[in-house]
């Protein structure tokens, strides 16, 4: 089991960056896959970007493709989203999640999620 804490949410201007960090408990942290998800007011929980166990290989949305970046640390059990070039599409709370299952970009994949953070991008 792996219980995760979000941090580094906050209010920002467009065009504004923030870093986002996901602090996991447990020391079978780099057994797990990991996940960023935003949820906005009235819409449903999407993917936002992922990262292999090892972080060989990573994924983005289409709509974060090239502003946003994923990476982790699995000696700190950390994963990190840094976020630039933000628009006020980004408003949302975001969540971090863990999966043991080989899709990554689905959230009905992933077993634990933090309790989100938000982020609030002004025009």
């Known amino acids: 089991q792996v219980q995760l804490v979000e941090s580094g949410g906050g209010l920002v201007q467009a065009g504004g960056s923030l870093r986002l960090n996901c602090a996991a408990s447990?020391?079978?942290?780099?057994?797990?896959?990991m996940g960023w998800f935003r949820q906005a007011p009235g819409k449903e929980r999407e993917f936002v970007a992922a990262?292999?166990?090892?972080?060989?290989?990573?994924y983005n949305a289409v709509a974060v493709k090239g502003r946003f970046t994923i990476s982790r640390d699995n000696a700190k059990n950390t994963v990190n989203l840094q976020m630039n070039s933000l628009e006020p599409e980004d408003t949302a709370v975001y969540y971090c999640?863990?999966?043991?299952?080989?899709?990554?970009?689905?959230?009905?994949?992933?077993?634990?999620w933090g309790q989100g953070t938000q982020v609030t991008v002004s025009s």
């Open positions: 999640a863990a999966t043991t299952n080989i899709v990554v970009t689905d959230k009905r994949s992933y077993d634990y």
């Open positions: 447990g020391r079978t942290f780099s057994t797990y896959a």
């Open positions: 990262i292999r166990r090892s972080g060989s290989s990573t």
